[in-house]
């Protein structure tokens, strides 16, 4: 089997590999010099478009519309650029085994790829159901989303499977975003939420509250503090009914689960230091064998703000991180010295007409603020996290771009606070102040 040399590897082609590229190629590449291997058949995109426009109904993204890195508002990267630039895009290629000390990536069909520098780009794979060996977890129409193949078999489903019984597995970003854009397609929608409220891991009961109000008058049925045991199927090996864990029966056709991810560190136990499920890296996102690197979801970074080591599964920070890594390999090279990472955490999402950010920590108490009821035309609200009397994390449902920027300076700035109440009056109006 042939052999490859290059200089610098990506390995995955998603978002942190796109935004890697961008900075490579920024810097100046000799054609040959950087290779991008993933398993994925197209070049990288921007992974979030997959939960949310591309299900919709009506004129949804397509390839190549939504080819990094145009989600945060830059040039397109068309698979003619990466020709342009010299860039080597290696796709539908599986690595099946990394030698970090003989610098070697071999692929599922053999191949064997040496680098100078490596990038570990692999991001996360779903959990699955059938991973807790959950009864029928492997029924016909039970689906995960994670790839553009896991979008196209949704969109193939939400044809065939007109105004059918839907049941979401899950209530956190995808289990939210996937019950709207399949209620958008007019199915009959149930979100299993586990938790007590939907997006228990980041929003408060009053932010959830509004939500799930939202979502029921929508005509979304959401069912809370019960989780799937096991599924059961027709004749056909088709899902039918989802068994709740307190004895419930809900009728499905189709199932979604979103119930996690996990990071695709697995090429690379024993060979790495890791900590909190990923590999661990500096402020420069080098981990702890030289010349490796690690960003977006598969990494474990220093967050400076918050004096901690954090692993973010997000888009800001798989597009800063690539950024950051990139810019390190390349001071590296010319002996110059750069700034650590510091990140400040900001999640976003969009359903229906909702829109929300958040950024910062979401620790301490909380002081929620403006109008957060559901049949208000325009509702607008937020909360913010005080900590040792300063904000800590500001949430904004409904912002405005400068009210969005507000809040992320907040959350950056940390002020002091004098009165929770005046806060909670004063509202969005403080963060503007700031
Ligand atoms: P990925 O983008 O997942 O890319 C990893 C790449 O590596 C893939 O191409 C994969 O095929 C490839 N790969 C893995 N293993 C191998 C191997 N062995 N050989 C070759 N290739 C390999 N975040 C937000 O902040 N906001 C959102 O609204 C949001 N929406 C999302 C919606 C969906 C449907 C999903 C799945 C995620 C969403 N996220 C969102 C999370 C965000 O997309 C991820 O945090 C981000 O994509 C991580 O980037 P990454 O490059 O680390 O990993």
Redesign the pocket.
């Known amino acids: 089997m042939a052999e490859k040399g290059f200089k610098y590897v990506i390995?995955?082609?998603?978002?942190?590999?796109g935004y890697a590229a961008r900075e490579f190629a920024k810097h100046g590449l000799k054609p040959g010099e950087l290779a991008i291997?993933?398993?994925?058949a197209v070049a990288?995109y921007e992974?979030?478009t997959?939960?949310?426009g591309y299900l919709f109904p009506e004129s949804p993204p397509r390839l190549p519309g939504f080819h990094v890195c145009v989600g945060s508002g830059g040039e397109r990267l068309l698979p003619e650029w990466y020709k342009e630039k010299g860039i080597e895009l290696i796709l539908s290629?599986?690595?099946?085994k990394a030698d970090l000390a003989a610098k070697t990536l071999i692929s599922a069909s053999g191949e064997t790829f040496k680098y100078q520098i490596l990038v570990i780009?692999?991001?996360?794979t779903v959990v699955r159901l059938s991973d807790f060996r959950i009864p029928g977890a492997d029924a016909k129409n039970i689906f995960y989303?994670?790839?553009i193949d896991d979008a196209d078999k949704l969109v193939e489903v939400i044809k065939a499977k007109k105004n059918a019984k839907v049941v979401v597995v899950g209530g956190g970003?995808?289990g939210i975003?996937l019950s709207a854009v399949l209620r958008i397609n007019n199915f009959d929608v149930s979100m299993l939420v586990p938790e007590s409220w939907c997006m228990f891991r980041l929003f408060t009961s009053d932010i959830a509250g509004f939500y799930e109000s939202y979502y029921e008058k929508k005509g979304i049925k959401i069912i809370k503090g019960s989780v799937a045991a096991g599924f059961t199927a027709d004749s056909n090996g088709e899902v039918k009914e989802v068994k709740l864990k307190d004895g419930r029966l809900v009728e499905a056709d189709i199932v979604v689960v979103g119930v996690g991810?996990r990071p695709?560190t697995g090429?690379f136990k024993g060979q790495v230091v890791e900590e909190k499920g990923g590999i661990k890296t500096d402020g420069f996102f080098q981990t702890s064998v030289p010349d490796v690197y690690a960003?977006?979801?598969?990494a474990t970074f220093p967050l400076k703000m918050y004096n901690d080591v954090r692993r973010v599964?997000?888009?800001?920070?798989?597009r800063k991180s690539?950024e950051q890594a990139v810019k390190a390999i390349k001071a590296s090279e010319e002996g110059k010295a750069i700034e650590e990472y510091d990140y400040l955490p900001f999640?976003?999402?969009r359903e229906f007409d909702l829109s929300w950010q958040f950024y910062g920590d979401n620790v301490g108490e909380t002081v929620l603020f403006g109008d957060n009821n559901p049949a208000s035309p325009n509702p607008k609200f937020g909360t913010y996290w005080i900590k040792d009397g300063k904000i800590f994390g500001a949430f904004l449902e409904g912002g405005s771009p400068e009210e969005n920027k507000a809040i992320a300076k907040v959350a950056r700035v940390q002020p002091s606070i004098e009165s929770r109440d005046l806060l909670a009056e004063e509202g969005i109006a403080f963060a503007s102040k700031i």
């Open positions: 390995l995955g082609g998603g978002v942190a590999a291997i993933s398993k994925e990288p992974r979030p997959l939960s949310k290629t599986e690595i099946v780009a692999t991001g996360s989303l994670r790839e970003y995808i975003e991810a695709l090429l960003v977006g979801d598969v599964e997000h888009v800001d920070h798989a690539a999640f976003y999402s």
